[in-house]
């Protein structure tokens, strides 16, 4: 499994369980990039592989080139232009070998933005798993409008589903904010929803309020995040007794969660899985650029004062099933399907992979693409591209680490002070 997040880890490895529950062992390859997880971010998610080693992505291809029947399954857990370079390098390494493993990729989470690009970057895998009923037309109906084989897509759910399902109120009662890398992007939206979180807190003295935050200062995750919300919180003179900051494993922190709140996150879909009552926030407007417009039509969508009131919002039934989130037993079966098409590939001779993107359909974007990662057009290795024979020396390893965490400090401290400043 090769992975480029934290979160991206987290499903790419789920997913491998769930799709091969009787494997014999998970191999876990970081792709090394700026959201590149810390050992601490990979213990939080709580997920364990049987060997762990960070990569560029010609090292990858490399070792897949070495030995094409080392693996059954390759689980590609990476953002869209990753998979579709990876794809086009595995394509050139196993071009002379039939019995290749099965190339299986995905998404993480809610997906709503940039449906056709991140689809058809994906394509070429030969499974493309929708986590939902919606997600599987959407996809199907992408691909085929292109004229691209739309097989591959396979509907499953979301792998990190779980957890005892809500019964009753916890002592406090306990209000949590989920809180996400991007959205809002402002520094004024993100100052306006923790004011709201904390006002929520001192009217409600008798309630917990925790704001889940995904990172500490200088991680990152699937998005950069240039504002953190630790910033913010410096700038409140007296934060309530009753409202305070928390990280670890969401499914842990929704174990003592009576109300979810948040803006679009994928968490909204873990509490309604688990029957928790979820409210998706109105205040910024409901619009694409945050991600709840997603959640129209699913009974959720709410604003911070009628939360103040005391308002618990009803999620719609027939909404929530078809989000693949229903939690009466369909989750069981979920991954049958996906399970059965891994398997029947398995069973016979795999075509050479060929995604929709090739010099052909589109000649001026996928080279691009394909550079980032120092690949050629054809998929082979770039000249001077990182060497795939070698361990990094000690030295290069600790240039490494610099140099990501003089980027991150660039993100979260020099651009946002840049941004102000061409704005005098």
């Not at 689809?119 to 599987?136: E, F, I, K, P, T």
């Amino acid at each position: 499994m090769l992975a480029d997040s934290d979160t991206r880890w987290k499903w790419g490895s789920l997913t491998a369980s769930r799709i091969a529950p009787d494997r014999a062992a998970l191999d876990g390859y970081l792709l090394r990039g700026r959201a590149t997880p810390t050992p601490r971010q990979l213990t939080e998610v709580g997920v364990r592989a049987d060997s762990l080693r960070e990569v560029t992505a010609v090292e990858f291809l490399a070792t897949m080139a070495r030995d094409p029947r080392a693996y059954d399954v390759v689980v590609l857990a990476l953002v869209g232009g990753a998979v579709q370079a990876v794809l086009h390098g595995l394509a050139y390494a196993w071009r002379e070998s039939k019995d290749r493993p099965v190339v299986v990729t995905g998404y993480v989470g809610v997906v709503y933005e940039k449906l056709a690009d991140g689809l058809l970057l994906r394509h070429g895998a030969d499974v493309v798993l929708a986590n939902s009923a919606y997600d599987a037309e959407r996809f199907r109906a992408v691909y085929e409008g292109v004229g691209a084989d739309a097989s591959s897509v396979t509907e499953c759910a979301l792998p990190f589903l779980g957890g005892a399902p809500y019964k009753e109120a916890h002592d406090p009662y306990t209000v949590v904010f989920a809180a996400q890398p991007s959205v809002p992007d402002t520094a004024a939206d993100r100052m306006y929803l923790l004011d709201r979180l904390v006002r929520h807190a001192e009217s409600h003295p008798e309630r917990e309020v925790l704001l889940k935050l995904r990172s500490k200062p200088g991680e990152h995750t699937t998005h950069i995040e240039e504002i953190p919300y630790q910033k913010l919180v410096q700038r409140i003179p007296e934060p309530p007794a009753n409202f305070r900051l928390v990280y670890g494993n969401m499914g842990e922190v929704l174990d003592r969660t009576d109300l979810l709140v948040t803006v679009s996150s994928t968490a909204a879909l873990e509490a309604l899985h688990r029957r928790i009552p979820t409210a998706l926030l109105t205040d910024l407007g409901v619009r694409e650029a945050l991600g709840n417009h997603h959640f129209t039509g699913s009974g959720c969508l709410v604003s911070w004062d009628r939360l103040d009131a005391g308002e618990r919002p009803e999620p719609d039934a027939a909404w929530v099933a078809r989000q693949g989130v229903a939690a009466d037993g369909a989750y069981e079966s979920a991954f049958d399907g996906a399970r059965a098409k891994v398997a029947a590939l398995l069973d016979e001779d795999r075509r050479p992979l060929a995604p929709y993107y090739s010099r052909t359909t589109a000649p001026g974007y996928l080279p691009r693409v394909l550079a980032r990662h120092h690949l050629a057009p054809d998929g082979s290795p770039l000249p001077g591209a990182p060497a795939a024979d070698r361990d990094p020396s000690a030295v290069r390893q600790i240039v490494r680490r610099a140099a990501r965490g003089a980027y991150r400090h660039g993100v979260q401290r020099v651009a946002p002070v840049i941004r102000r400043m061409g704005e005098l």
